[in-house]
C-alpha cells in the first residue's frame, strides 16, 4: 500500500507557535481582574486540625478571598474513591494537604496571606511504611473506610500455578522494589477558573481528560448548589504530561471554589516545589515474583504478590494493577498464573497515573527474574525469550486477544544490533548486554465506561478542512497524526487540515489521553468522519464531473477521473460550487469510535485493548567496579508500533520514553523521610541531561494492524517499559551482581560487588 | 520575593563605603547562590551591592603569581589556555561546575565565599596554595584558602569586607594537577564527593625520555610504565570536597607522599590515609561509608593523572 | 526601590522604570508581558528561562535586572525576523522534531543562539555543553541535538 502522507516525517502541527515563544501555557493566561490563588499545605505528614485561624490574612490588603474546608460542602470529596477532600478541615493525612487557600491581586501578596494563616495542630504518629500500615494494630488513616488496605482486591488467577510450580524444572523466586518517580513536567500545573454572569464555569486547564474533568467539576458545581451550570474546560498548551495531568486535583477544586467567591477569573499555577511535593508519583511497589520452566525453557508458571503504597488518598493510580495484570499475564506466553496486589493507605504522598500506568514496575520484577529463570535453567536469556515469545493469533490466560505481535522480530533485532551472541556473558572489561521486552495496550484501553473519541469534519468554501477531535495533545503529536490521517484520506494536503482538540464547547467527547490509545482511538474515529466527509464528496464530485463516483479521485486538493484526468476540478471550487447555490450545502461529518475492547469482568478477565503492542529494549553497559557506576554504552529499542503514521514523532516518543526510562532505572528517586519529600528540586532529583544520553538506536517493526488506522497501534508509553530490567540484567552480565531495587544507583553495586567478592 | 534595594558600585571604595553606609546589605557577585537563597527565604538582605560592574575585580593577571579576580565568571576560567596547561585542576572543575548559563554568570569569588562543602573550585586552589586576598576600609589582608574556610557556607571575612580575589603561586616544572567530580548526573549536578591533587615531581631519569614515552604511547600504557620509572615526589596536595563541614586538605597523606617513590602501593597507601581523614556524613546526596570509599577510588585516580600531566 | 534601566531589547533601546528586587525574567514576562521566555524551575536548574545577553545565555530567572541596565537582551520573542521569517535554529527545532510539549524550547533555542554568537561551527560536544542546563523532559534530546546540528548546516 502506498500513501501520500502517512508514513512521512511531517513536523509537529504546533511547533512554529512553540519555538517563537507564541504558545500559550498556563503561566501565560491573563484574563481581565484576574487573581492569584495560593494554598497552605500542612507542616505534618499526620495530624489533627484544632484551629485555624485565618483573621490576620484576610484583613491584609489586595486579598480578595481565604477559604478552608469550611467553604466547601461538609461531604464533598474528590478522587477515585471519592476520600479526598479538597480542603482538609479536621484531619491531614500527608504533608502535601490542602488547609487553606487564598487569592490576591498577586501572588506576592496571596503568598504572604498564607504566613498570616495560623494553624493549630495535634500531631499524630505517621505511618510511612505499607508494611506497618498493614498491621493489624496500626492506627486506622480513612477512619470511615475502617481500615489500612483499600477496598480494591487486585486477584488475578488463570490456570493452577501449585501444580504447575511442583511440575517445573525450574523455578526462581525473588523480590523486587521500585521507588516513587515523578512526571517532572517542565511546565508546572495549573488553572483559570471563573464563572460567567450565569454562573458557568471556564476553566482553563492543562487536563489530559477534558471530557472527565467537565463531568467531575460539574459534580463540584452541583454539590456547591449550582445546578444545571455548563463546564468548559479551554485546554492551554500543555508543558508535559506524562499521566501527571489524569485525574483533578484539590487545586482545581480550591480555585473553583475561589473563583465563585470572587466572581473574579482567579489562577493557581504551582511553584517547582509544589510541583515536586504536591503532585502525585509513580506508585512504588515491593513485588515478590515467581516463574518457572520446564527442561526446555517453557515457561510453566508466574505468581506474583504486589504491594503498593497508595499514599494518603486514592486517585485513579490505584486501578495501576489492571495495568501490571497485563505483561504478568501475558508478556511471553505462560499458562498458569496468579496476581494479587495490595493498595495500602499510607501517610505519605498519594500516588498517580504515571507513563506505564504500572507496567514498568511489573516489567522490572518478571523481566529481571526472567534472567534469573534463564541462569537457574541454563538457557541463554534471549533464547528463553524466543520460546516463549507471544504470536499473533494466541488468546492469552487473561483474555487478551493477540492480533498482531511483532515480538519475534523485535527480540532478534535487538540481539542482532547488540551483537548479542559475540558479547553476552563474556564479562570482558566488565561489560555486559541485557535484554527485556514488553507488551502494553495498543489499541485503547477500556478502563471507563467508554473507551471512545468523538471527531467533527467541515469543510469550507476554500477547500480546507477543520477537523474537531475529542483527543488531547500533550506534546506528543495528536495534532499532527490527526491531521495526516484526515489528509490521506481526503487527499488534500496536510497544511490544509486544520485540528481543532481543546475546548470541550467546541470538540467532541473523549475518555483523555492515556494508555498510549490517541493515534489509535481518535485516530480512527477522525479516520471514519474522513470516510464518511469523503463519501458525500465523492458523491458532489461525481455530479460535477459527470462521473460514476468510484470514478473520482482526489489528490492534493484536485478531484479528477481517474478514467479520464482531464476531467478535473479544485476542491475549493466545487465544495463553493454546492454552497452557493439555491438550496446549497456544505459539507460536514461527524464519528465517534469507540474501539471492539472489553472492561475487565470481576475475575479480571477480558480483552483490555483492541490491539498489543510489543517491543524489547537492549543494552551494552560498563560498569566501573571501584566506583559503582554504570554507563550505556549502547541502547537498541526495537517496537512493534503497527505502522509508523509519521515517523518523526514516533522516534521522538521512543528517545523521550528510553531517557524517562534510564532516569527511573538509574538516578530517579522521590526521597521520603518520614512523610517530608527531601529531594523537591531539578537539582537533588536527577531527571537526566543532555550529557547523560547514550547512544539510541531505534527499531521500528511494522505488523499493520487490521483495527488500527492505516495500521497503526500505540507508542506513547511503550519507550520506558523495559528500560530498568534490561539496564539491570546488563549489569548483571558484566560484572554479576543483580540489583532488585531501583534506582540502581552506584551505591547498591558497590556494595553489591563487595558482598559478592567477600562471598 | 523580599523587596531589596540592588546598588551597583564601579570601584572596591565605592561599595566599602556603600556598605558602611546601608547597614543591612551583603555583596553579590554572579548572583547563582544569592539569589536562590533569597529567593528560598534563606536571607532577606535589604540592599545588594553588586561587584560585578567592578572592572579591576574581574581580570586574570599572570605574572610571578597567578591572580584571579573574585569576579572571574567560571567561563572565563573555562576559556583560559594558561590555566588549561598549568592550573589543570582548576579548568578540570570549571568544566563540569553548573551548566553554560550558570558558568556565563557565577564567579570563583562566589563559589568561594558561599563556602558549600561542595564547592568546585575549592578544592583545586587549596592544592595550588592559594591566599585569598580581602580588602576592607584598613586595606588588604591575604590569608590562606585553607584558613579562610570556617565550616559550611561560613568563612573567614567581616561582612563589610570584599573579596578581591586569589593569589596563586607559581608551579615548579613538573608539576600535574587534576579535579576528579563524583557525581550522579555529568552536568547540573552537584559533587557526591571530590578529590584534588597536584603533584610536583622530582624526576631522576631521562626527561625527554619520559616525555617521548608519554608523546607516544597509548595513557594507560604510559600509566602503567609511570609508576616503574621511580620518581620522587617532591610535593603533593590533596584536597576533598564533601568529606568533612569545609572542603579538606588530605594532610596526613600528602606528607606521606612526599620523597616517596611513586608506585602503586605509595598511590594506594596515600589514598587510604586519605580515605582515613575524611569524615563525610549520611546525606541524602549519598551515604558515608560510600564517599569514604570514593575518596580511596578518586585519590588514587587524581594522584595517577597529575602525575601523567606533570609530563604534559 | 523604583529605578531606571536602559538597555538594549531585541534590537530596541528600552528605558523602564523597574524595582529594583525584581529579575530579569518578572520583568519580561510580567511586566513587559514578553511570554516567550518561560519559568521553569526559577532556582537556575532547568535553563526553560534562558535568554541571551551580550551573547552568552543567562538563566533569567536569578538575574537582576539592574544587572541589564547597558546591556544588549536578546529573547524568543527577538531573534526571527519579520514576519514568517524565523531563524534558521527556529525551523530547524520543527523541521527535526525537536519540539515535544514545548516548554523547554525557547529557553533551548537560546542556548543554541548562544552557542552560534561562540561558535561558527560547533561539534556534538560543543552543542552539548551549550545545553546542558537546559532540561527537557519530553524528547531525550536527541532531535534538539539534530536540530542545532542542521541549524549549523542551513546557516
Known amino acids: 500500500m502506498s500513501f501520500n502522507i502517512i508514513g512521512k516525517k511531517i513536523p509537529k502541527k504546533d511547533a512554529p507557535f512553540k519555538v517563537t515563544g507564541q504558545a500559550l501555557y498556563i503561566d501565560d493566561v491573563e484574563l481581565p481582574g484576574m487573581l492569584y490563588g495560593k494554598i497552605l499545605y500542612s507542616k505534618y505528614p499526620h495530624a489533627r486540625i484544632l484551629h485555624i485561624d485565618t483573621s490576620k490574612a484576610e484583613k491584609l490588603p489586595g486579598v480578595k478571598a481565604v477559604i478552608t474546608a469550611k467553604d466547601f460542602p461538609p461531604h464533598f470529596r474528590i478522587g477515585f474513591m471519592k476520600d479526598n477532600p479538597p480542603l482538609k478541615g479536621t484531619k491531614v493525612l500527608s504533608t502535601r494537604d490542602e488547609i487553606a487557600a487564598v487569592c490576591a491581586i498577586s501572588p506576592e501578596i496571596a503568598e504572604e496571606a498564607l504566613d498570616l494563616i495560623s494553624v493549630e495542630y495535634e500531631v499524630l504518629q505517621g505511618i510511612f511504611d505499607p508494611l506497618v500500615a498493614m498491621r493489624e494494630d496500626a492506627p486506622i488513616l480513612h477512619e470511615e473506610v475502617g481500615s489500612n488496605i483499600l477496598k480494591l482486591p487486585w486477584r488475578l488467577v488463570c490456570g493452577d500455578v501449585e501444580k504447575a510450580k511442583k511440575e517445573s524444572a525450574y523455578v526462581v523466586e525473588d523480590t523486587f522494589t521500585t521507588q516513587w518517580v515523578t512526571h517532572c513536567c517542565l511546565a508546572t500545573s495549573g488553572c483559570v477558573a471563573y464563572f460567567d454572569v450565569n454562573n458557568n464555569l471556564t476553566m482553563y486547564s492543562n487536563t489530559q481528560i477534558p471530557s472527565l474533568a467537565q463531568n467531575e467539576f460539574l459534580e463540584a458545581l452541583t454539590a456547591l448548589g449550582l445546578r444545571n451550570r455548563r463546564v468548559r474546560i479551554i485546554q492551554v498548551t500543555i508543558g508535559g504530561g506524562f499521566g501527571s495531568k489524569l485525574d483533578t486535583y484539590p487545586y482545581e477544586y480550591i480555585a473553583i471554589l475561589l473563583a465563585l467567591k470572587t466572581r473574579k477569573p482567579v489562577k493557581i499555577v504551582f511553584s517547582r516545589d509544589e510541583e515536586f511535593f504536591a503532585t502525585s508519583p509513580r506508585q512504588c511497589t515491593i513485588t515478590k515474583i515467581s516463574q518457572g520452566c520446564d527442561r526446555d525453557g517453557r515457561l510453566t508458571f508466574r505468581e506474583v504478590e504486589m504491594i503498593l503504597d497508595n499514599g494518603a488518598y486514592t486517585s485513579w493510580g490505584a486501578t495501576t494493577p489492571s495495568v501490571m495484570m497485563m505483561p504478568i499475564s501475558s508478556l511471553y506466553r505462560v499458562p498458569n498464573v496468579k496476581y494479587t496486589a495490595t493498595c495500602v493507605y499510607t501517610n505519605n504522598t498519594y500516588c498517580q497515573a504515571m507513563r506505564g500506568y504500572g507496567n514498568p514496575q511489573a516489567t522490572f520484577a518478571i523481566e529481571s527474574s526472567l534472567d534469573h529463570l534463564a541462569e537457574e535453567s541454563g538457557i541463554d536469556p534471549y533464547d528463553l525469550r524466543i520460546i516463549n515469545a507471544n504470536e499473533p493469533g494466541e488468546i492469552t490466560p487473561q483474555g487478551f486477544r493477540v492480533t498482531t505481535c511483532g515480538l519475534k522480530e523485535c527480540i532478534e533485532e535487538v540481539a542482532k544490533r547488540l551483537n548479542w551472541k559475540e558479547k553476552r556473558g563474556r564479562g570482558l572489561k566488565k561489560r555486559g548486554v541485557g535484554i527485556a521486552s514488553l507488551i502494553h495496550v495498543g489499541g485503547g484501553a477500556r478502563v471507563y465506561k467508554s473507551d471512545g473519541c468523538g471527531t467533527i469534519i467541515k469543510m469550507d468554501d476554500f477547500g480546507k478542512v477543520d477537523v474537531f477531535t475529542g483527543a488531547s495533545d500533550i506534546g506528543q503529536g495528536a495534532d499532527t497524526v490527526i491531521a495526516q490521517i484526515v489528509a490521506e484520506e481526503l487527499g488534500v494536503p496536510v497544511e490544509d487540515v486544520n485540528v481543532i482538540h481543546n475546548d470541550t464547547d467546541i470538540c467532541p467527547w473523549d475518555v483523555g489521553v492515556h494508555a498510549s490509545r490517541t493515534t489509535f482511538v481518535a485516530g480512527n474515529s477522525a479516520l471514519f468522519a474522513a470516510k464518511k466527509i469523503k463519501k458525500k464528496l465523492l458523491e458532489i464530485l461525481s455530479k460535477l464531473l459527470e462521473v460514476p463516483p468510484e470514478d473520482v479521485a482526489i489528490k492534493n486538493g484536485i478531484a479528477f477521473s481517474k478514467s479520464d484526468p482531464q476531467k478535473s476540478i479544485p476542491l475549493a471550487r466545487a465544495l463553493r460550487r454546492i454552497h452557493f447555490t439555491t438550496g446549497g450545502s456544505m459539507l460536514m461529518a461527524e464519528h465517534f469510535y469507540d474501539p471492539q475492547n472489553e472492561n475487565l469482568n470481576k475475575e479480571f478477565r477480558g480483552n483490555l485493548s483492541a490491539a498489543y503492542a510489543y517491543g524489547t529494549h537492549g543494552v551494552e553497559v560498563e560498569v566501573d567496579t571501584e566506583t559503582g557506576k554504570v554507563k550505556i554504552l549502547k541502547y537498541v529499542a526495537a517496537h512493534d508500533v503497527g505502522r509508523a503514521i509519521n515517523p518523526l514523532l514516533l522516534e521522538g516518543q521512543i528517545y523521550g520514553g528510553v531517557l524517562q526510562g534510564i532516569g527511573y532505572a538509574l538516578s530517579e528517586k522521590m526521597i521520603y523521610d518520614n512523610g517530608y519529600l527531601k529531594n523537591g528540586n531539578f537539582l537533588d532529583y536527577k531527571i537526566l541531561t543532555v550529557r547523560d544520553v547514550p547512544p539510541v538506536e531505534i527499531v521500528i517493526i511494522e505488523t499493520n494492524e487490521e483495527a488500527g488506522p492505516f495500521g497503526a497501534k500505540g507508542i506513547g508509553e511503550p519507550g520506558l517499559v523495559p528500560t530498568a530490567p534490561a539496564i539491570a540484567n546488563a549489569i548483571y552480565d558484566a560484572v554479576g551482581v543483580r540489583i532488585r531495587d531501583l534506582p540502581i544507583t552506584p551505591e547498591k553495586v558497590l556494595k553489591a560487588l563487595k558482598e559478592k567478592n567477600k562471598g | 520575593m523580599k523587596r531589596f534595594d540592588y546598588h551597583v558600585p564601579q570601584s572596591i571604595e565605592e561599595a566599602l563605603n556603600l556598605f558602611k553606609s546601608l547597614g543591612d546589605a551583603i555583596y553579590i557577585a554572579g548572583g547563582t547562590d544569592v539569589m536562590v537563597n533569597i529567593k528560598r527565604k534563606k536571607i532577606s538582605p535589604k540592599n545588594l551591592i553588586s561587584l560585578r560592574n567592578i572592572t579591576a575585580l574581574k581580570v586574570i593577571e599572570k605574572g610571578k603569581e597567578l591572580k584571579i579576580g573574585s569576579c572571574v565568571t567560571h567561563e572565563q576560567l573555562l576559556k583560559d589556555k594558561y590555566i588549561e596547561k598549568y592550573y589543570t585542576a582548576l579548568h578540570d572543575a570549571v568544566r563540569k561546575l553548573g551548566s553554560k548559563q550558570i558558568r556565563n554568570v557565577a564567579t570563583i569569588g562566589g563559589n568561594i565565599c558561599n563556602a558549600a562543602p561542595s564547592a568546585d573550585t575549592a578544592c583545586p586552589l587549596l592544592v595550588f596554595d592559594t591566599k585569598v586576598l580581602i580588602r576592607n576600609e584598613k586595606g588588604e589582608r591575604k590569608i590562606p584558602l585553607h584558613d579562610f574556610f570556617l565550616g559550611p557556607y561560613s568563612v573567614s571575612k567581616d561582612e563589610g569586607e570584599i573579596v578581591t580575589g586569589f593569589e596563586i603561586t607559581f608551579l615548579p616544572p613538573y608539576s600535574g594537577s587534576a579535579y576528579i567530580k563524583h557525581s550522579r548526573r555529568e552536568a547540573m549536578d552537584l559533587a557526591i564527593v571530590s578529590v584534588a591533587t597536584r603533584l610536583t615531581l622530582s624526576p631522576e631519569v631521562d626527561i625527554d625520555f619520559l616525555k617521548r614515552e608519554a608523546g607516544e604511547k597509548t595513557y594507560s600504557e604510559f600509566e602503567s610504565r609511570l609508576l616503574s620509572y621511580g620518581i620522587t615526589v617532591k610535593e603533593a596536595r590533596i584536597a576533598m570536597g564533601v568529606v568533612a563541614p569545609r572542603p579538606l586538605r588530605a594532610k596526613e597523606a600528602e606528607d606521606y607522599l612526599c620523597g616517596k617513590r611513586l608506585t602503586d602501593e605509595a598511590i594506594r597507601e596515600a589514598s587510604e590515609i586519605a580515605s582515613s581523614v575524611a569524615k563525610p556524613r549520611d546525606t541524602l546526596r549519598g551515604e558515608a561509608w560510600y564517599r569514604r570509599e570514593m575518596v580511596k577510588v578518586l585519590t588514587r585516580r587524581a594522584i595517577l593523572l597529575s602525575a601523567k600531566r606533570a609530563f604534559d | ?155
Open chain 3, 1 to 155: 526601590m523604583k529605578r531606571e534601566i536602559k538597555f538594549k531589547l531585541n534590537g530596541e533601546e528600552v528605558t523602564a522604570e523597574v524595582e529594583s528586587h525584581w529579575t530579569l525574567l518578572y520583568f519580561l514576562r510580567e511586566v513587559l508581558k514578553l511570554k516567550g521566555t518561560k519559568e521553569g524551575c526559577g532556582y537556575g536548574e532547568c535553563g526553560a528561562c534562558t535568554v541571551v545577553i551580550d551573547k552568552m545565555a543567562v538563566n533569567s530567572c536569578l538575574f537582576p535586572v539592574m544587572e541589564v541596565n547597558g546591556k544588549d537582551v536578546l529573547t524568543i520573542e527577538g531573534i526571527s525576523g519579520p514576519g514568517e521569517a524565523l531563524h534558521p535554529l527556529q525551523k530547524a527545532f520543527i523541521e527535526e522534531g525537536a519540539v515535544q510539549c514545548g516548554f523547554c524550547t525557547p529557553g533551548m533555542i537560546m542556548s543554541a543562539y548562544a552557542l552560534f554568537e561562540e561558535k561558527k561551527n560547533p561539534d556534538d560536544e560543543d552543542i552539548k555543553e551549550a545545553i546542558e542546563g537546559n532540561l527537557c523532559r519530553c524528547t531525550g534530546y536527541v532531535k534538539i541535538i539534530d536540530a542545532i546540528n542542521a541549524a549549523k548546516r542551513g546557516k
